[in-house]
């Protein structure tokens, strides 16, 4: 990773006091369901985030969530965790994603529509690894807005355009052009802000599940198809499908699953 791109991640701020003690709850073995709800509830801001990110059609309720302690019965702590980072992390950064050709709105879309996608697939079956995979489907994405601000900086826009337009492939461009790519931009972000290890070596690896820890290819997996299906404008294709499908079936994981959750995605 370039030195540019070092010096912006160790300049972020200290996350949010509400993001620690949220932290310290999920780690936290002791810790219960209301524990979760007592933090939660104490940040009325959050709490309306949470609920309105809860209620999107994406995940398919057909009761509105109207209380956190509701949300965290229905997701569990793992996935309102994902939630509740996903709001306080990106109010972390300044955005402008224009390099990449997408605008604020967009880049918030694909990160909802990642996440709607893997919780689809792995609330029944996968439910032990949300506690993981919701915040890295929320947040794997984060990388893009430093390298955005890099490409900018250095005023490559141009270069990346043509880049992207030429390799067809986003991490490959940003490779080309910066030096780096996404996955491994964020999970240097998380590992800044003392994210637990499991987390930094799932969205590191997403690309690539076999250089992952053991324990964390599973995950990894089921991210780098999300991320293939859902590509960065957020728009499921034939093409893309197709390809999230030959991962599926590559990493052994429950294709007659992961089609239900495109039917619903879609």
């Known amino acids: 990773m370039t030195e540019d791109i070092i010096k912006k991640i160790k300049q ?18 002791d810790s219960s369901f209301n524990d979760m709800v007592k933090i939660l509830e104490n940040d009325p801001l959050l709490t ?10 994406l995940y398919g309720f057909s009761r509105e969530i109207n209380a956190i302690s509701q949300a965290v019965g229905l997701f569990g702590m793992g996935t309102v965790r994902g939630f509740a ?10 955005l402008d994603l224009s390099p990449y050709g997408i605008n604020n709105d967009m880049f918030s879309a694909l990160s909802k529509k990642q996440h709607g996608l893997m919780i689809a697939w792995c609330l029944k079956k996968e439910n032990k690894l949300l506690g993981v ?21 250095d005023k490559k826009q141009e270069a990346f355009r043509d ?26 972000v998380f590992e800044h802000w003392k994210f637990e290890e499991s987390l930094v070596d799932v969205i590191r690896n997403c690309q690539h599940p076999e250089q992952a820890k053991e324990e964390n ?9 999300v991320r293939v299906a859902v590509p960065i404008n957020g728009v499921l294709t034939d093409e893309s ?20 959750a495109l039917e619903n995605a879609k």
Request: aromatic content about 4%; glycine content about 2%.
């Open 241 to 260: 499908i197709a390809k999230a499908k030959e991962l599926v079936q590559k990493y052994s994981l429950d294709l007659e699953s992961f089609e239900h």
């Open 133 to 153: 995979l919701s915040p890295a489907a929320f947040l794997v994405e984060i990388g893009k807005v430093l390298i955005a601000q890099q490409i900018m900086a």
């Open 12 to 29: 972020l701020p200290p996350l949010p006091e509400s993001a620690m003690k949220i932290e310290a709850v999920y780690q936290d073995p």
């Open 85 to 94: 980072l996903a709001s306080i992390v990106k109010k972390s950064f300044s």
């Open 48 to 57: 309306a985030d949470i609920l309105k990110a809860a209620n999107s059609p």
């Open 217 to 225: 290819q599973r995950a990894s997996s089921i991210l780098h198809v």
């Open 163 to 188: 880049a992207l337009l030429e390799l067809q492939d986003v991490e490959a461009a940003e490779r080309q052009i910066v030096g780096t790519d996404t996955q491994e931009v964020s999970a240097t």
